[in-house]
C-alpha cells in the first residue's frame, strides 16, 4: 500500500477513476444494478452540488427543497406546456436556479446554523405551498408525467443519467479551478480577511448558491423523468438532504471525487445489506455510518491526502 | 495505524462491491427456473408490509407441505420496499431479471406503488397488488393493463361502500340519523382523498371537514380540528388519520367534551391495545378485516388459526389477509389453467370466484380505469368490549349497532 | 448581556399582546396556544443546552425522546407504574445512556470538521429507531390514562386542562438549568466552557468532562419528556423524527446559547399556530407559520445585529 501511495500523487483521481468505472460498469449488466446506478447518480449529483457550496462554508439544508421545487417544475411544465423530457429537466434547473437567486440575495448574509435552518426551512415552505396548492400541484396526491423520458427505457435512462453525472463532476471540477473557488475557499477560511483582499463575497456565494440549486433542481427533475411522477411527500423528502450529506461526509468534503466515492459506496452498500440483512438492515447501515465517520473523520479523499503527506515529505 | 487499516478496508470495500456488481448480475443467470417463483415487495419495517409478508410466506409453506404447484415448489422472495419508491422500483426489477420471478405480489402505500409501476408496466408479469388505494395509482396503471390485478379497494371504492352502508344502517335502524357529517383528515394524500371521495359521495347531505396533521407525520395535537367539530355538532363524526392518532384523538375529544351520536375512526390499522382502553367502546370503523369476522367465516378462521400456530401472534392488520390472498388467488388461479404462463393465468383469474379469509368470495371485474379491481367494499365495524364485531354487510354481521355514542 | 435582555423582554410582550387579543376573540386559542408552547419548549430546552455548550447539533435527538419513551412505556406495562412516576427511572436510565452515547461517539469527533458530528449523530439516530423498530415493530403504542382527558368548563367553552402540565415541566426544566448554571460551579464552569471552551481549558476547567456531563444532563431531562411525552402521544419508532428538527428550529429561532428565549419562541410559535389552526380549512398552512416565523425571525436579528 505504501509504495502505491509513493508512486502517486494523486490518490483522489485513482479513486475518481475507480468512481467513474464503478458508473461504466453497469451498462455491461442487468435493468436492475442500471435502476440502482441511475439513484446512486442522483443522489451523487446532489452529495457533489452541496460540496459546491460548503466549500465556501455555507452549510446548506436545502437540498431536498430545491429537489422537489425541480421535480414539480419538471412535471408540470411537461403536462402544462408540453415540454420534452430534456427541456423540462432544463426549465426546472432554471425555476431552481431563479428562486435559489431571489431567496439567495436575502439569506446569504446568514452564516453557519442559521443559514442551515433557514434553508432547511425555505425547503418546508416549498412543499407546503406545493402541498396546498392543489389546482396546479395536486395537492398531497400529486401529479403523473403522461410519458417518462426514453420511454422509461433501462440503457437510455442510464446513460442521461451517466452524461448528467459527467456534466456536473465537471461543472465541479471548473468551480475548483476557476478563480470562484478561490474566493469561496478564502471565505471560508477568513471571511473579514477575504473581504478585505476586496473580494465581492455576497457576489461569489450568490453565484455559488445558484448554480447548486439549479444542479439540486435539475437532478430532480431527472427523478421525475425517471419514474413519472411527483408527490410532496416524496419529492421533498429529507433523505435528499441527509444522505447525500452523509455521503459526502464518507468520501471526503472539498472534492469532486469525496462525493462520487461517498455516494457509489453508500448507494451500493444500502442495496447489497438490504438483500442479505431483510431486516434490520438500516441499522447495520447507520453502524456503518458511524463507525467510518469515527475512524475515517476525512473522509476517504481526505484519508487518502493524510496518508500521502505521511508518505512523502511536504509537496 | 488503525486509519491507515480503515482507509484499507474502505478500500477493499470498493472492491468487493465492484465484484458484487459482477457477481450479481453474471451469476444468477444459469439458475434452473425449476420452483415457481413469486416476488414480493412490502415495506418490512412496517407491521403492515411485516405481517403481509408472513401470511403470504405462509400460504407458500402450505402449498409446499401439499406437494406444491403443478408438482413444482413454490418460492417466495421478498424485498423490503423501505417505504421508499426508488427502492421499491429497484426490488421490480431485481425480482424480473436477478431472481427472475413468475408472478409480482406485494404493495402498500401509494407513494412507492407510483414509483414501481413504470417498471411494472416493463415485465408485463401478473402482479396481485395489495396496497394503494389512491386513484391517482390507477390512472398511472392506465387502461388495458390485463396483467394488473389490484385487491385493495380504491378510494373511490371505499367511499361508495360507506354510503351503501350508512344508508343500509339507516334504514334498518331508524333511530339512527346520518344527516349531518363532519370530517377531520390528515392532511397527506391517504387523508385529503378520503374526504374529496366523501364531500363527492354524500353531497346530499350537510358535510364540513377540516384537516390535521397526523401523529405519524409529526403532528398528535387534535384540539383545534374537535374544537371545530363540535362547533359543527355534527350526528356523524369521521376521522380519517394513522393507527397513531387512534387513542389520543378519544382522550382529546373527551377534554373537550365532544360525544357526537356517531363517532367513527377510519385508519388503516388499529393499534393492538386500543381496545383495552375504555374510550374505545362503541367507537365505530371502518376496516376490511378484524378477527371477528373468523366467528361468521370459516376461510378467515382458518386463515387465523395457521397464522397464530405459525407466528405466534394475531394479525393486526388486514394486510396480513390481503397478503394471504394475494398468493393463494394466484395459486388457485394456476391449478386451474395448469400452466403459469402469463395469458393462460390470467384468463383462469378472470374467471375465478375466490373465498378470501377476509370474508367475503371475490371475483375481477373493471373499475373506473384498470381491468382487474378485487375488493370494493370496506366493513362497518364497531368496538364493543374490546372487539371489533362487524356491523355491516349484514351478512357477516356480528353484533348490533350501539347507538349513540356516549362515555 | 443587554442586548439578550432586550429581545427577552420585546418577545415576551409582544407574546403577551397577543395572547391578552386572542383571549378575547377565542379563548381556546390560547389555551391550546400555550399547552403546544410547553411541549415545543420542553424538547426544545435540552437541545438548546446541548448547542449552547458542547456546540454540536444533536441529530438523534428527537430519537432519543422516543427511545426514553419506549423505556418508559415498558416501564409502567412490566411494574405497573404511572408514566409521570416512571419519569424518575427513565430519567436515570436516560442520563447513562446519554454517556454511553457521548463516550462512544460523538466525544471522538469533537476535533474532527464540524460536520462529522451532524452525520454521526444522523447515524445514532438512524441506529436508535431501526433499533426500536426491530425490537417494538412499527406498530404504534399508547398507555390509555384517564386523567389526560381532565377537562374544565368555563361559560360554554370546554377544555382539557392535563396539557397544562407541558408548561409546567418546561418551567421546571428552564429553572433548574438556570439554576444549574448560575449557581453551581459545575454550572458556571459549563457556562464558561460554552462561550470559550479554549479559554475554559487554559483557565483549568476539564472541558472534556464538562461536555459528558452537559451531553448526560440534557439527555436526562430528554428522558424525563419522554415519560410525559407518553401520556399524550401515541410511540412508534419514527415519532423523534420531526421533534430534532422542531427543536433545532426553535432554538436557532431564540439564538444559540439563550435558554429563556427558547420560551419566548415557543410561546410566539404554539399561539401563532394555535390561531391558524382555528381559522376553518386553515390547518394545512398552519406548519407554515412555523417556518415562516422562523426564516422571520433569524433575518430580523441578522438584519438588527449587522446596524
Same mark, same amino acid.
Given at each position: 500500500m505504501n509504495s502505491t501511495v509513493q508512486k502517486n500523487k494523486t490518490w483522489p483521481v485513482i479513486f475518481g477513476i475507480l468512481g467513474v468505472i464503478v458508473m461504466i460498469l453497469p451498462f455491461f449488466s442487468g435493468p436492475y444494478i442500471q435502476s440502482i446506478g441511475r439513484t446512486v447518480i442522483t443522489y451523487m449529483i446532489l452529495a457533489i452540488s452541496w460540496d459546491m457550496l460548503i466549500r465556501s462554508g455555507q452549510l446548506s439544508f436545502g437540498l431536498a427543497g430545491f429537489f422537489g421545487l425541480g421535480s414539480y417544475a419538471a412535471v408540470l411544465s411537461a403536462v402544462n406546456l408540453h415540454f420534452n423530457p430534456f427541456i423540462s429537466i432544463v426549465f426546472a434547473a432554471l425555476v431552481a436556479g431563479l428562486i435559489a437567486f431571489l431567496v439567495g440575495a436575502v439569506v446569504l448574509r446568514l452564516r453557519g446554523m442559521y443559514f442551515a435552518i433557514t434553508t432547511l426551512a425555505l425547503g418546508e415552505i416549498f412543499r407546503i405551498i406545493i402541498h396546498n396548492w392543489t389546482s396546479l400541484t395536486g395537492g398531497p396526491n400529486g401529479k403523473l408525467l403522461p410519458k417518462l423520458a426514453f420511454d422509461g427505457a433501462s440503457i437510455p435512462t442510464y446513460a442521461m443519467m451517466v452524461l448528467f453525472a459527467l456534466i456536473i463532476i465537471a461543472l465541479s471540477e471548473y468551480f475548483k479551478r476557476s478563480r470562484i473557488h478561490y474566493a469561496l475557499t478564502a471565505i471560508r477560511d477568513n471571511e473579514i480577511v477575504a473581504k478585505s483582499s476586496g473580494i465581492n463575497i455576497y457576489k461569489y456565494l450568490l453565484i455559488a448558491f445558484t448554480v447548486t440549486a439549479a444542479i439540486q433542481g435539475a437532478a430532480g427533475a431527472g427523478f421525475a423523468q425517471l419514474y413519472g411522477f411527483v408527490t410532496p411527500e416524496s419529492s421533498f423528502n429529507a433523505n435528499y438532504t441527509l444522505i447525500p450529506l452523509a455521503m459526502t461526509l464518507l468520501g471526503g468534503m472539498y472534492s469532486t471525487w469525496g462525493p462520487v466515492i461517498g455516494a457509489v459506496l453508500l448507494g451500493v452498500l444500502g442495496e447489497f445489506l438490504k438483500l442479505y440483512i431483510p431486516y434490520g438492515h438500516l441499522v447495520v447501515y447507520g453502524i456503518i455510518i458511524i463507525l467510518v465517520l469515527l475512524f475515517m473523520p476525512w473522509g476517504i479523499v481526505g484519508m487518502a491526502g493524510r496518508l500521502l503527506k505521511k508518505g512523502e515529505s511536504h509537496e | 495505524m488503525s486509519k491507515k487499516l480503515s482507509a484499507l478496508t474502505m478500500m477493499l470495500i470498493v472492491l468487493f462491491s465492484s465484484v458484487f456488481f459482477l457477481t450479481s448480475c453474471k451469476g444468477k443467470e444459469e439458475k434452473p427456473a425449476e420452483p415457481i417463483k413469486f416476488g414480493g415487495i412490502w415495506p418490512l419495517g412496517d407491521i403492515t408490509g411485516d405481517q403481509a409478508a408472513k401470511a403470504a410466506q405462509l400460504v407458500v409453506d402450505e402449498l409446499n407441505a401439499n406437494g406444491g404447484l403443478m408438482g413444482r415448489p413454490v418460492e417466495l422472495i421478498v424485498i423490503d420496499s423501505e417505504l421508499n419508491p426508488e427502492k421499491g422500483a429497484a426490488a421490480v426489477e431485481r425480482l424480473a431479471t436477478v431472481e427472475k420471478v413468475d408472478f409480482f405480489v406485494g404493495g402498500m402505500s401509494s407513494g412507492v406503488h407510483l414509483g414501481q409501476i413504470p417498471a411494472l408496466k416493463k415485465y408485463k408479469k401478473v402482479t396481485m397488488w395489495t396496497g394503494a388505494a389512491s386513484s391517482t395509482a390507477e390512472t398511472a396503471v392506465g387502461e388495458g393493463q390485463d396483467w394488473y390485478f389490484h385487491l385493495h379497494p380504491w378510494d373511490y371504492n371505499q367511499g361508495n361502500s360507506y354510503v351503501e352502508g350508512w344508508d343500509d344502517i339507516a334504514a334498518k335502524f331508524s333511530n339512527i340519523s346520518i344527516d349531518r357529517w363532519f370530517l377531520a383528515y390528515e392532511e397527506g394524500p391517504f387523508g385529503s382523498a378520503s374526504f374529496a371521495a366523501t364531500q363527492t359521495l354524500f353531497s346530499d347531505m350537510e358535510i364540513d371537514g377540516e384537516a390535521f396533521q397526523s401523529a405519524a407525520l409529526g403532528g398528535g395535537d387534535y384540539t383545534a380540528v374537535l374544537q371545530r367539530a363540535k362547533d359543527y355538532n355534527p350526528d356523524v363524526f369521521i376521522w380519517a388519520g394513522y393507527a397513531a392518532d387512534a387513542l389520543p384523538i378519544m382522550e382529546q375529544a373527551k377534554a373537550v367534551n365532544f360525544t357526537p351520536p356517531l363517532f367513527i375512526g377510519a385508519p388503516p390499522g388499529w393499534p393492538s391495545d386500543f381496545g383495552d382502553s375504555a374510550l374505545a367502546e362503541n367507537v365505530t370503523l371502518y376496516g376490511m378485516w378484524a378477527p371477528s369476522i373468523s366467528k361468521v367465516s370459516a376461510v378467515s378462521k382458518k386463515f387465523q388459526d395457521a397464522y397464530e400456530a405459525k407466528?405466534?401472534? @394475531?394479525?393486526? @392488520?388486514?394486510f396480513a389477509p390481503l397478503g394471504y390472498t394475494s398468493i393463494e388467488i394466484i395459486a388457485k388461479a394456476v391449478e386451474a389453467a395448469g400452466s403459469v404462463e402469463t395469458e393462460a393465468v390470467i384468463k383462469a383469474l378472470k374467471a375465478i370466484q375466490y373465498e378470501s379469509p377476509l370474508g367475503e368470495t371475490i371475483s375481477f371485474s373493471p373499475s373506473n380505469v384498470i381491468s382487474n379491481q378485487g375488493f370494493r367494499n370496506q366493513k362497518i365495524l364497531q368496538w364493543q368490549n374490546g372487539n371489533q364485531e362487524v356491523i355491516w354487510p349484514f351478512e357477516f354481521a356480528t353484533a348490533e349497532p350501539a347507538y349513540p355514542f356516549t362515555r | 448581556m443587554n442586548k439578550k435582555k432586550i429581545y427577552t423582554i420585546a418577545g415576551i410582550s409582544a407574546a403577551l399582546i397577543l395572547s391578552v387579543i386572542l383571549l378575547i376573540i377565542r379563548p381556546t386559542i390560547l389555551v391550546y396556544g400555550i399547552q403546544r408552547a410547553g411541549i415545543y419548549a420542553a424538547i426544545a430546552l435540552p437541545m438548546a443546552l446541548v448547542l449552547g455548550i458542547v456546540h454540536i447539533v444533536n441529530l438523534a435527538h428527537g430519537e432519543m425522546m422516543m427511545v426514553a419513551a419506549y423505556l418508559s412505556y415498558f416501564i409502567c406495562t412490566t411494574f405497573g407504574i404511572d408514566p409521570l412516576v416512571a419519569a424518575i427511572p427513565t430519567g436515570i436510565i436516560m442520563f447513562f445512556l446519554g454517556l454511553i452515547i457521548f463516550k462512544t461517539s460523538i466525544a471522538h469527533t469533537l476535533e474532527a470538521p464540524e460536520l462529522n458530528q451532524l452525520i454521526l449523530t444522523f447515524g445514532v439516530a438512524m441506529v436508535l429507531s431501526q433499533s426500536v423498530n426491530l425490537i417494538a415493530t412499527s406498530q404504534p403504542r399508547k398507555i390509555s390514562l384517564d386523567y389526560v382527558s381532565a377537562s374544565a368548563t368555563i361559560g360554554d367553552v370546554s377544555f382539557g386542562i392535563y396539557d397544562f402540565i407541558f408548561p409546567v415541566l418546561a418551567a421546571l426544566f428552564l429553572a433548574v438549568l438556570i439554576y444549574f448554571l448560575k449557581k453551581t460551579r459545575l454550572g458556571k464552569a459549563a457556562s464558561a466552557v460554552g462561550q470559550n471552551p479554549r479559554g475554559a481549558r487554559i483557565v483549568g476547567i476539564n472541558v472534556d468532562l464538562t461536555y459528558t456531563i452537559i451531553f448526560s444532563l440534557a439527555s436526562m431531562i430528554i428522558g424525563v419528556f419522554g415519560s410525559f411525552f407518553i401520556t399524550k402521544f401515541s410511540i412508534f419508532p419514527a415519532v423523534g423524527g420531526t421533534f430534532t428538527m422542531k427543536s433545532f428550529a426553535l432554538v436557532a429561532m431564540a439564538g444559540i446559547g439563550n435558554l429563556p428565549m427558547v420560551i419566548g419562541a415557543s410561546l410566539v410559535l404554539g399561539l401563532a399556530e394555535s390561531l391558524v389552526m382555528s381559522v376553518p380549512h386553515g390547518a394545512g398552512w398552519s406548519p407554515m407559520i412555523f417556518f415562516g416565523l422562523i426564516i422571520i425571525v433569524i433575518l430580523s436579528r441578522s438584519f438588527r445585529s449587522k446596524q
Open positions: - | 407466528y405466534g401472534e @394475531t394479525p393486526a @392488520t388486514y | -
